[in-house]
């Protein structure tokens, strides 16, 4: 008989994995992945990983993520994991002469850097470590420097912080406009405008 003073940790256990679980295939999707299956026999790494809700996800299927951020905590909670979990930023990223089929960042740099200039930098050191034919998948949204790092004036940059369709648009060519300032082939696929903010990520090749 179950004694009814000691938490339910089988229960708790369960919980977690299937908030894991949750997490994760909503990353995957927001990065325009229907499935798991997309990413098998692909060398990847994640930039800004946090608590790599992905990976973890990802190694119950047999597929190895290296992941980095530039928190100390998530990084020391991934080693123990066991995960090939790294400590560095984004912008600039250690990884001793390996380079990726697919590089991932969801909900990190470059989406949340404030600077163009970061922006830039960062889709320097993606290119940098990719492979030949390999791409950089970031998202989902727009870039925050589309509002904060612009020749917008303040009037301006709060009303593009709005949910109103020209408020959207507007923050999606800016985005762009930053993003090709780099590489003009990279791609925008929107996923949804319904939503209260615009539904989409980004794709650079190398
Ligand atoms: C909103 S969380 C996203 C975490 C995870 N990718 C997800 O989708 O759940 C943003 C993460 O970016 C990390 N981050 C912020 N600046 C970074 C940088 N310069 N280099 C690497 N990671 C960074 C933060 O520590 C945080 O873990």
Redesign the pocket.
Known sequence: MQNKNLPNIKNKKDEDIEKIEK?AIL?LNSLGFKSFDELKGKQIL?????????ALAAKKRGIDIVC????NE?FQKGVKSGLDYRW????NIHTEGESFDLVL?????PM??WKRSQVVELLKEAKRVLKKGGEFRFGPGCLIAAITDSNLSIKERISYMRSTKEAKEKRRKISLEILWSYDPNIVETLISLRTKYPTLYYTMKK
């Open positions: 997490r990353i994640d930039i800004g990983s946090g608590m790599a809700d992905l980095s951020d530039i928190n998530y560095f930023s984004g912008y960042s969801s909900g990190s740099i949340i850097s």
